[in-house]
T-cell receptor, first 114, second 114 residues
Framework: DAGVIQSPRHEVTEMGQEVTLRCKPISGHNSLFWYRQTMMRGLELLIYFNNNVPIDDSGMPEDRFSAKMPNASFSTLKIQPSEPRDSAVYFC????????????FGPGTRLTVT | AQKVTQAQTEISVVEKEDVTLDCVYETRDTTYYLFWYKQPPSGELVFLIRRNSFDEQNEISGRYSWNFQKSTSSFNFTITASQVVDSAVYFCALTSGSARQLTFGSGTQLTVLP
């Protein structure tokens, strides 16, 4: 079975540009999570969806960040405008609610904003 | 609120030594799940094990073993006869109550020297 798929794997952009990160969860999983990993703050949850509905977005750092899940097999995390402090690795993870609760992570997108 | 503490920032051992990674957690919920994830140098997050709060039975999987003690709020991870391939950052994580998001510890960097 395919795992969580993220694209792109690496993104380098200039400050002020819009960045869109993409995620395809594992088929059959109905919860999806976006995390950010930095040296300073470690792994932190940005937002999570259950059945395509955003449940908790308290971790989204500011209005420049937005996330959508238009259907069960696709989610995006957008940063507009991007800033150098947004440089991090962004992970998407998915799980099944009502059953096993471990989350399975994608390979991550390494974002560099110059 | 929930919290996970991994007091060991870095550990270095010589191959074939046994090593234990400590994890202490805090939660007010009586139902919770504990996890260990491995992050090798390639960067992906790999799920290793899940434990629920009602099952204190220790678990062994090959060279890996986990010791869950509710009395001390600890969920420690031991690698027996360590190998160079075990070199990675190991994260302990917690989810509790109705929450689905993971709270991660800060991670322990394990280096196994040949």
């Amino acid at each position: 079975d395919a795992g969580v798929i993220q694209s792109p794997r690496h993104e380098v952009t200039e400050m002020g540009q819009e960045v869109t990160l993409r995620c395809k969860p594992i088929s059959g999983h109905n919860s999806l999570f976006w995390y950010r990993q930095t040296m300073m703050r470690g792994l932190e949850l940005l937002i999570y969806f259950n059945n395509n509905v955003p449940i908790d977005d308290s971790g989204m750092p500011e209005d420049r960040f937005s996330a959508k899940m238009p259907n069960a097999s696709f989610s995006t995390l957008k940063i507009q405008p991007s800033e150098p402090r947004d440089s991090a690795v962004y992970f998407c993870a998915s799980t099944q609610t009502g059953g096993r609760v471990e989350q399975y992570f994608g390979p991550g997108t390494r974002l560099t904003v110059t | 609120a929930q919290k996970v503490t991994q007091a060991q920032t870095e550990i270095s051992v010589v191959e074939k030594e046994d090593v234990t990674l400590d994890c202490v957690y805090e939660t007010r919920d009586t139902t919770y799940y504990l996890f260990w994830y491995k992050q090798p140098p390639s960067g992906e997050l790999v799920f290793l094990i899940r434990r629920n709060s009602f099952d204190e039975q220790n678990e062994i999987s090959g060279r890996y073993s986990w010791n869950f003690q509710k009395s001390t709020s600890s969920f420690n991870f031991t690698i027996t006869a360590s190998q160079v391939v075990d070199s990675a950052v190991y994260f302990c994580a917690l989810t509790s109550g109705s929450a689905r998001q993971l709270t991660f510890g800060s991670g322990t960097q394990l280096t196994v020297l040949p």
